[in-house]
C-alpha cells in the first residue's frame, strides 16, 4: 500500500525524514514525505520532502484520492479534523495513523482493521522504537476480529452488519463458530464462508471468485479505465468486490491505472513475464501487434487465465475499449484454507 506521510514542524520533518531511511534500509516501500510550507517552515530543495501549500484538509483528500495510508506527524486534533471531511464508509476508508512529533507514539486513528492501519502502525512504531496505540476492542482483549479475518483471507464481507455481532460475541470470550471446510454446517454457525448459502448464519464471507486480466496502451487514464471495467462488468452481473486479482503483464504492473484499480479496491496485482504468458493454456483472441510491443499475442486472456490458477473458466472474453482490454475468469480449483 503507498504511504504518504505530512508533517508541520522542524522536528517532524526529522522524524519523517527518519521513516523513509529507516524503511529504505528495511527493503519497504518508500513513504512520501511532505512538509506543510508556511511563512516560519519552509523546506530546502535538497531534501527527500515534499513542500505543500495547500491545506492540511486539501492533503488529507490528495491522500484519500490516492487510496494512500495517510500519516500525519502532529497532534491528534490536527488528523481529526483533517479527515473529517473524507470519512465515508467502514468498509472503503483509507487507513490513518498519527506519529507525536518525537516518534514516541503511533496510533492507527482509523480502519485499523479492514484498511490494515493497526498493522501498519506496529511496523511504524518497531522503526522507531516507539510505543504504538492501539485502541481496537478485539485486539486489546486478545479476541478473534472478523473483519481482520476477511481482510487477511481476501474474503468478501456480504452482510457488513454482522461484523458487529460476531466481533461482541467474541468480546465476551464466548467461542466463535465458523464454518469454512466443513460445510455446509449441520447447525447453526456465527460465520460461514460459502459463495452463497441458505442456511442460518450471522456473518457471510463470500470467496472472491474472479480474476480481471488487464492490458493497456502506456499512459492510460485511471478514471476512463476504471470506468471501462466497471461498465463491462456490470454488464456481466460481476462487481469490483468480487475481484480477486488483476492479472497483467510485468511491463503494465506500474501503470498508473492499473495501481489505482489496485489501491481504490485493494486487489492485489499479478504480473507475468511474456514467456509464462505464453505458456498459458486455451484459445486466446491473438493480436500480432501486440505480440510485435510486448513479445506475447495476448495480454488480458492470459494473465487472467495464470491468475485464476487450475481449471479457470472464462466468464468475459477479450473485451477492447480505447486503448485497453481486459478479460475475466472465474477462479478454478480454490483452497479456502
Do not use: C, Q
Given at each position: 500500500m503507498k504511504k504518504m506521510a505530512i508533517c508541520f514542524s522542524g522536528a517532524g520533518k526529522t522524524l519523517v525524514r527518519r521513516l523513509q531511511t529507516a524503511v529504505q534500509e528495511k527493503g519497504m516501500k518508500p513513504i512520501e514525505g511532505y512538509c506543510l510550507v508556511r511563512s516560519n517552515n519552509t523546506v530546502d530543495e535538497t531534501e527527500t520532502l515534499i513542500p505543500y501549500a495547500?491545506?492540511?484538509?486539501?492533503?488529507?483528500?490528495l491522500a484519500a484520492g490516492s487510496h494512500a495510508c495517510a500519516i500525519f506527524v502532529g497532534a491528534t486534533g490536527i488528523a481529526v479534523r483533517a479527515v473529517a471531511g473524507i470519512v465515508r464508509d467502514k468498509l472503503t476508508d483509507i487507513p490513518v495513523i498519527v506519529i507525536d512529533d518525537l516518534g514516541q507514539f503511533v496510533i492507527p486513528l482509523l480502519s485499523g482493521h479492514l484498511g490494515g492501519a493497526n498493522q501498519i502502525a506496529m511496523t511504524l512504531a518497531a522503526l522507531l522504537d516507539a510505543?504504538?496505540?492501539?485502541?481496537?476492542?478485539?485486539?486489546?482483549?486478545?479476541?478473534f476480529s472478523v473483519d481482520t479475518f476477511a481482510r487477511e483471507q481476501r474474503l468478501r464481507i456480504v452482510n457488513r452488519e454482522g461484523i458487529k455481532s460476531v466481533s461482541a460475541k467474541a468480546l465476551e470470550g464466548k467461542p466463535v463458530t465458523l464454518s469454512w471446510k466443513q460445510y455446509p454446517p449441520k447447525n447453526p454457525v456465527d460465520v460461514i464462508v460459502a459463495d452463497e448459502t441458505d442456511r442460518e448464519y450471522t456473518l457471510l464471507l463470500s470467496p472472491k471468485p474472479y480474476v480481471l486480466g488487464?492490458?493497456?496502451?502506456?499512459?492510460q487514464d485511471p478514471a476512463e479505465t476504471e470506468r471501462f471495467v466497471r461498465d463491462c462488468l456490470q454488464q456481466h452481473g460481476i462487481s469490483m468486490e468480487e475481484l480477486y486479482a488483476i492479472g497483467t503483464i510485468d511491463l503494465k504492473e506500474q501503470e498508473k491505472a492499473i495501481l489505482f484499480?489496485?489501491?481504490?479496491?485493494?486487489?492485489?496485482?499479478?504480473?507475468?513475464d511474456a514467456a509464462l504468458l505464453e505458456q498459458a493454456e486455451g484459445d486466446f483472441a491473438g493480436s500480432m501487434f501486440v505480440k510485435e510491443t510486448v513479445g506475447?499475442?495476448?495480454?488480458c486472456e492470459r494473465a487472467a487465465r495464470l491468475a485464476a490458477g487450475v481449471k479457470a473458466?472464462?466468464?468475459i472474453g477479450k473485451t477492447k475499449g480505447d486503448g485497453v482490454t481486459l478479460a475475466v475468469y472465474r477462479r478454478g480449483e480454490r483452497s479456502y484454507v
Open positions: 495547500g491545506t492540511v484538509e486539501e492533503w488529507a483528500a510505543v504504538p496505540v492501539i485502541t481496537t476492542a478485539t485486539d486489546l482483549h486478545d479476541a488487464i492490458g493497456m496502451k502506456r499512459g484499480l489496485s489501491r481504490k479496491y485493494r486487489i492485489p496485482v499479478l504480473s507475468f506475447v499475442d495476448n495480454v473458466e472464462r466468464v
